[in-house]
């Protein structure tokens, strides 16, 4: 049985304050014949409920809005990246930033510090909206706000390649779907397993690769072209695909 | 001296090369010391000399006119800073060139950058700013490496940071990186971006940047080819300028060519001299495989689409005369009077094997996808247009869904806050007004939403 959560009070401040976000399971195709399947997605769908429904008259819902928004899922590229921490160089690169703008502006440092957080760590975890929140002096609220406006922000692990490719329309007239395709069989990625628009990366079940359709990468003059963590490669037909993650390969 | 280029990346002889000369050049680097050895930053030098009102005067002589996309003249824009001004003046630099079928900013910021950090000095001193940022799109990681590798080096020859060359001049630049939003383009969207924020435009009036700009002072925001072009504007004088491209429409401009065509590139000319005919079949080395070029996007995907076998009426009055589409000029003027625009000058080419409702749809996922959310019209009208081109392409649309997706476009523009309402719009009101037949035959009215009992009873009568 999962354990029923308990309604909790809550906190506006601390974005991480929020109870514990119950854990997803990772591997989605571990053997379970007793319990029911556990959900594709995770936050999108709504965890199963406790049977007995005299204990608790009105649930909370299994996770807020808020939550549901700020909420890192757990994918196979995890091992790949470090968990949050604020070292030192992070520390450093992080006031040369915020020196970058006026003294009472510091807010505008949001981007760059999310990029820094993003670089190193892989994605932005809640842990790390806290962080820049503090940072700069601001209410989480306003850098939640921006993490999940900008499609350049990842709440979730990628792969260890993380490919973009572009399939805006010179590109798709230049074969960029038939590249995600053939990428994708490749990577043995499943990309309708989640809904493209809340969830547009998939990554792979090794964890080595993940993909997402990009929007416009500037470069339709040499059309199809996708980006590998940040190598540009222009000119990437779909016969080239395997040849494009071969070069990785002692990466 | 003569310039050799890398091979098979030699200029087309109806070129003009002014912004692009060092790109794809042999034996040229994105270093300070290869920019300086061509008298790099003497532009610089001579400008400091002038006085900020000379400069501006310079770059209202040469009439030269915006390079991102609405071709707005970019001296009339730096006079509209207000005379009484007391707040510190901003310059940014837009880098983030999102617009589909523009990629000219690109080789200027990874190839060349010294030429687009030169001009930004040259139009800080004229505007009176001491801190410029460069507005650089996610998907360059590597320009924004290297421009900020480039401002160091400009740093280390005092040509940037306190009293540059002795002038008593000031100027800082920064790099900020955005992170993939189309919008981040919109000059009020960018600002309020760089403030740290969702970019979502202000409104004008009363936001106009020249006087409420970033943190509410005045900001000149410019196109990365437009701060180029004050380089060569320094260097061969307004009157020299205006001289090149023809009247009203001076200068030079990158055209990007992509999509079905032999040679696809980018190719620098001036104004007004290139019709679609040189530029396509000359320049471009006509369509693929023997086929035939069935229509043009003539400035970024917003610009609305051009049918090849058309014939324009340009002019007013008297003066109007009939025009061919392949003898158009791309300028801004012309290109307008043919009822679309000039743009970013990004020219998506399509030929015969293309669908039409394929096309269509392709770029209604973009506009989808890039609606920043703000004003309700361009965020609902773009989900449905993608709805209901989805469903045209697909094959499961009725007739009437054409018509419903054209009102759905109506009534988008006009209504938003910034233009891109209208980016997102004009192209489906283009392709509806242009290929309608050709939409229009891909639907068909056994696609009309039938009730179970009226199936049932259709079921029912024809057996009878």
Known sequence: MRPLIVFQPILFFKVSSYPEVPEIPADQNADDSEQPAPPADGINTPLPRPVDRTAVEYLPPTLSVLEQNIHSAKTPGEKF???????????????????????????????????????????????????????????????????????????????????????????????????????????????????????PIAVSPCGNYSVEFAECLASCGTAPVCLVNDDFHEGVTCDKAKELLNSYQNA | MSITYEQGKKPHPNEHRLIFKNVDRRGWNPSIKRYLKEDGYEMLKKALRMDPKDVINEVKTSGLRGRGGAGFPTGIKWGFIPPDNTKPVYLICNCDESEPGTFKDRYIVHQDPHQLIEGMIISAHAVGAHTAYIYIREEFPEAAITLEKAIQEAKENSFLGENILGSGFDLEIYVHRGAAAYICGEETGLIESLEGKRPYPRIKPPYFPAAIGLYMAPTIVNNVESLCHVVHIMRMGGDEYVKLGTPRNSGTRILCVSGDVEKPGYFEVEVGKITFRELLYDMCGGPKDGREFKAVIPGGSSSKILRCNETFKIGRGDDAKDMDFWDIPLDFDTLAAAGSMAGSGGVIVMDDSRRMSWVLNNITHFYAHESCGQCTPCREGSTWMKKVSDRIEGGTATPTDVDTLEQIAYQIDGKTVCAFGEASSWPVEAMIDKFRDELVGETSEDNNFKSKERIEQEKFLSSV
Request: glycine share 6%; proline share 7%; charged share 30%.
């Open chain 1, 81 to 199: 990246f470090p968990s949050f921490a604020v070292t030192e160089g992070l520390e450093e690169k992080a006031n040369e930033r915020i020196a970058q703008y006026p003294e009472d502006q510091k807010r505008s440092a949001v981007l760059p510090l999310l990029h820094e957080v993003q670089h190193r760590f892989g994605y932005i975890s809640p842990e790390s909206i806290d962080w820049v929140a503090d940072k700069l002096d601001i209410e989480p609220m306003k850098v939640v706000e921006v993490v999940t406006f900008y499609p350049g922000f990842r709440q979730k692990a990628p792969g260890k390649l993380h490919i973009r490719v572009c399939r805006t329309l010179s590109c798709a007239m230049g074969g960029s779907y038939e590249l995600m395709d053939k990428l994708c069989e490749i990577a043995r990625i499943d990309r309708n397993a989640s809904d493209p628009h809340k969830d």
